[in-house]
């Protein structure tokens, strides 16, 4: 059996790095060599937590879904134009004996060559960003934002970010809040709100919103913003919850009406990329951190913790495919 490298959550509140087995490969697959993998904060935060009650996400589990990597071999169904392809994967199930959750995390990956997004003209490192940029633009997308329209984004986690970026490149007004400075200082909006600073949304923000995006997590932040949206405005919930606990008045008042968006659509990830090579969509200044696979423990640790880290890469440098 052929074994890799993968980050491994054991039990709960554990990360680390161990060697596991991989299944064979087959006829219409790819095999990946990991350059770039990323940590999603909302996720695997609740991974660690123990908090994903799905049964092929009960722990030990190897997480992530954001990998880049170079394309080593191909299954015989397929050409050799597969060879030396920078590509990005969201995960794989190639795992002996372990689950995947997502399984991106992982010197080695093998995956059906469908599955795979080959990166093109885009910087590789910034293709670690594919899964966050399609999520955002699978959520504005749902909006149909128009030209001169309002918008409130909360939160500057990357999905945040990027969802601002979208909406203002559609010719919205748009205002992001956040608690963190630095999060702030790297925002594309024509409002910033720093909320940590005290500044709120009252004074702020003059005009009812056409949209409330709900990009941190917060149930008391959205609450808080629901006196600024405008009757028959749109609430779109960007984070992930366990429970949605919020006042029922001021929807009923405002008439809103309440979205939630899965994590992207067909052909997303193909256009978040386009966008990322066009430079429509400037990404760059989200990738806040960088550090060696081999302080794996380390990089969760600041990823999930210090609110400076938008988007932290783990650099996999040349894994070894040991038989």
């Given at each position: 059996m052929t074994r890799t490298q993968a980050v491994v959550i054991p039990e709960a509140g554990v990360v680390e790095l161990r060697e596991v087995g991989?299944?064979?490969?087959?006829?219409d697959d790819v095999t990946i060599q990991t350059v770039y993998t990323s940590i999603?904060?909302?996720?695997?935060?609740?991974?660690?937590a123990g908090q994903m009650p799905h049964p092929m996400l009960q722990l030990p589990v190897i997480p992530g879904y954001e990998t880049v990597g170079k394309v080593i071999a191909h299954g015989e169904n397929l050409s050799d134009?597969?060879?030396?392809?920078?590509v990005y994967v969201g995960g794989a199930m190639c795992y002996e004996g372990i689950n995947a959750a997502w399984g991106g995390q992982s010197a080695t990956i093998i995956t059906p060559a469908e599955r795979v997004i080959h990166l093109k003209h885009i910087e590789p490192v910034q293709g670690v960003l594919l899964a966050l940029s399609a999520t955002a633009l699978h959520g504005i997308d749902l909006l149909q934002v128009q030209p001169g329209q309002r918008m409130l984004v909360i939160g500057q986690g990357p999905v945040g970010q990027i969802a601002a970026r979208?909406?203002?490149g559609r010719g919205a007004w748009v205002a992001v809040s956040d608690r963190s400075a630095s999060r702030l200082e790297r925002a594309e909006a024509d409002r910033l709100i720093n909320v940590e600073a005290g500044e709120t949304l009252a004074e702020a923000i003059s005009e009812p919103l056409d949209f409330i995006v709900e990009a941190s997590g917060s149930m008391a932040a959205l609450s808080d913003a629901l006196m600024k949206l405008k009757t028959g405005g749109t609430i779109l919930l960007l984070g992930y919850y366990q429970t949605l606990e919020l006042p029922y008045m001021p929807l009923f008042l405002k008439e809103a009406r309440l979205l939630t968006a899965k994590e992207w659509g067909p052909d997303d990830l193909q256009r978040s990329r386009d966008l990322i090579a066009s430079g429509d969509l400037a990404v760059s200044a989200l990738l806040?951190?960088?550090?060696p696979i081999?302080?794996?423990?380390v990089a969760y640790k600041i990823a999930l913790n210090e609110m400076d880290c938008l988007k932290l890469i783990l650099e996999w440098g040349d894994p070894k495919h040991d038989s």
């Open positions: 991989l299944c064979e490969p087959g006829p999603s904060a909302g996720t695997e935060r609740m991974l660690l134009d597969w060879l030396g392809r920078w979208l909406a203002r806040t951190h960088r550090l081999s302080a794996v423990d």
